[in-house]
């Protein structure tokens, strides 16, 4: 939307005479200005010239100096409760070294802020300097009638200032919270010296050094490539041209309002504009996926990307790579896909269970088990245990069932061969779950069991259909892929694309993996260092930890994994239902990644949380695809 003016009968000034201000450089700014934008924010205000000038709404101003903004908090809230104070601030020497010596946070606001007017329109030049310990030091300037008591400039700026947010703060904490795509954030920073004796970046008791400067460049790359409008002013130093090379920079004589000598008050000021990145779009028609692909077994995994195959391959064949990492691969599908794209594919997950059928159909290219081998894992078997038969006994399944499991687990132990061992184990895994109703292990019994063919037909007889099954997935794409079960932070692996599809966080329900497929991730783990909870009825284990389980959380889990991976494309599922927000995401993921894109997809879950109608509404949900490249 276009900026709107607030009516008054003045125009809006600054209200302080300020080292760096922006006066002179209005006509030239004018010039850099976008046609239209959601918000202004200036970050850096100080005297807030070209925010008094365009006097925008909506509008967000900050700065590092409390006494600055105290100011602007109560000119906008009471400008009379100033100036009233200004009538009894003569133009003395004595008078301005007393008041000078008063802590500003011991006064009342509206005195501290009159205080900041009279010091800053009699001292030495107008300038605004602290010492280290946040005192004001300038001396005293021997004007003969400086502009203390102007009460019609003060209405004027607090009319501009009416509804604008005024934050006392860091730029960088300011633009992370508020800056958003359509804003147009002014940047005003202290500038590079370029003389002998320019040190007038000390507007308060922290400095701000070349450091500063390239994380402030940094963050101009990100604000663009949001979709912000983004002018910043700075000297005509040689780091600023490194800093900012291959934006629009213009050079503007100036003359310096402060400095010690008259011949020296001229400089040369650069305006820097860089405009909002302009947007990729992907030509996004679901792509079939390779006949291998569809050889993956199915499943009701929750959340499981099996439907999206079509889209994350289609938006997938954007980008040139050869190398896959799926850091969260859940039921394996979308990492299968991308073996049978001929990609190098790196699977992990923090379910053992999920881990185990990467490595019999991602890892393995080559192992398959034999009819003999098949028939062996039904073999009599005298070190078979019983611990199925009595940790669950008539919990999940019936007692012939649960011995079927337990005979299982045994010979599988007898494999030396690691893939053909993950065959064995997925094939039980997948038996298990074909087995209950709705494929999960949060109640006892069958009391959901809808009439399906799975649940009427015998443990050895799944196993012996997943076996085939998996059988037939296996193939070999002439590269060496890998399986791993671990913490998707501590991954040490580098791949052309990330694929993620972490746990989605959301309030209305929850996204405990190990409370609904606790008993075959025991399978998977053969219940080792896992702590069963003996008192539930379920006989659950304690889940495994996870940043995902809170908004914040989740947020800082993002954050960390988006560095982690800053050299990598991104591709990132989430959720409209969950936390954090699209837009959220996508400003933690411009953080690290110069392009952003969304790809919406209507889906709908695998299964519902619970039979009710409203959660049957909750799971027809947008999926988002995000890409950062």
């Known amino acids: 939307m276009k900026t709107q003016k607030a009516a008054h009968t003045l125009p809006a000034r600054p209200v302080l005479k300020w080292a760096g201000g922006k006066t002179q450089l209005l006509d030239a700014l004018r010039t850099h200005l976008p046609k239209k934008f959601n918000r202004y924010i200036e970050p850096f205000v100080g005297g807030g010239a070209l925010f008094f000038d365009l006097n925008p709404r909506p509008a967000v101003i900050a700065d590092l100096n409390p006494e600055l903004i105290n100011l602007y908090q109560c000119l906008q809230r009471d400008y009379l409760g100033v100036v009233k104070h200004l009538p009894h601030m003569p133009n003395d020497e004595d008078f301005f070294y007393n008041i000078r010596a008063l802590e500003f946070a011991d006064l009342e606001p509206m005195q501290a802020a009159a205080r900041t007017i009279y010091l800053n329109r009699t001292c030495y030049n107008g300038l605004y300097r602290v010492n280290k310990k946040g005192q004001f030091n300038v001396p005293f300037g021997h004007y003969r009638n400086p502009a203390i008591f102007q009460p019609e400039c003060l209405q004027a700026a607090a009319q501009a200032l009416a509804g604008t947010t005024i934050i006392l703060g860091n730029y960088k904490d300011v633009l992370e919270q508020h800056a958003r795509s359509g ?203 019983r ?92 590269i060496p892929c890998a399986a791993s079960s671990g913490d998707a932070m501590q991954v040490q692996v580098k791949a052309d694309l990330v694929y993620l599809d972490p746990p989605y966080y959301s309030p209305l329900s929850d996204n405990e993996y190990v409370r609904r497929y606790h008993f075959v991730e025991g399978l998977a783990r053969d219940w080792k260092g896992v702590e069963i909870q003996w008192h539930t009825k379920t006989r659950k284990f304690k889940s495994y930890p996870t940043p995902f389980s809170s908004r914040v959380g989740a947020a800082d889990a993002f954050d960390r994994l988006f560095r982690k991976l800053k050299d990598s494309i991104i591709m990132l599922s989430y959720s409209s239902n969950s936390l954090p927000t699209k837009d959220e995401i996508i400003h933690l993921l411009t953080k690290y990644k110069r392009h952003v894109e969304v790809v919406d997809i209507d889906h709908r879950y695998s299964f519902a949380n619970q039979g009710s109608a409203s959660s049957e509404i909750r799971n027809q949900v947008k999926e988002y695809l995000f890409v950062g490249f």
């Open 183 to 385: 804003d147009f954030v002014f940047l005003d920073p202290p500038y590079l010296p370029v003389g002998e004796y320019a040190d007038f970046k000390r507007y308060t008791k922290e400095q701000f050094y070349e450091e500063d400067h390239r994380e402030l460049a940094e963050e101009v790359r990100r604000l663009q490539k949001i979709g912000c409008h983004v002018i910043l002013t700075n000297s005509n130093h040689p780091l600023v041209h490194e800093l900012y090379a291959g934006l629009e920079m213009e050079v503007i004589s100036t003359r310096r309002s402060i400095s010690s000598r008259a011949a020296t008050r001229k400089g040369e000021d650069v305006i820097i504009t860089a405009r909002p990145a302009p947007q990729v779009f992907f030509r996004l028609v679901p792509d079939p996926v390779p006949e291998q692909a569809g050889r993956y077994p199915s499943t009701r995994y929750m959340g499981s990307k099996e439907k999206l195959l079509p889209w994350i391959k289609s938006v997938a064949q954007n980008f040139e790579f050869d190398s896959v990492a799926d850091l969260f691969s859940g039921s394996g599908s979308v990492g299968y896909m991308f073996k049978s794209m001929g990609k190098q594919v790196f699977s992990n997950d923090y379910m053992t269970m999920n881990a185990t059928l990467a490595k019999a159909m991602i890892e393995n290219s080559t192992q398959t088990l034999t009819p003999r081998e098949i028939d062996q894992l039904f073999s009599p078997n005298t070190e078979s245990d």
């Open 387 to 478: 611990f199925v038969q009595d940790t669950f006994q008539g919990i999940y399944y019936p007692d012939k069932e649960n011995a079927v499991i337990d005979l299982v687990r045994a010979n599988i132990r007898k494999f030396s061969n690691p893939h053909k061992r993950a065959i064995a184990l997925s094939a039980l895994i997948r038996a298990c779950l074909k087995k209950r109703a709705r494929g999960i292990f949060t109640y006892t019994g069958m009391r959901y069991d809808d009439g399906r063919t799975d649940l009427a037909l015998s443990m050895e007889t799944q196993i012996r259909r997943a076996v085939a099954a998996i059988n037939a997935a296996v193939f070999d794409n002439g």
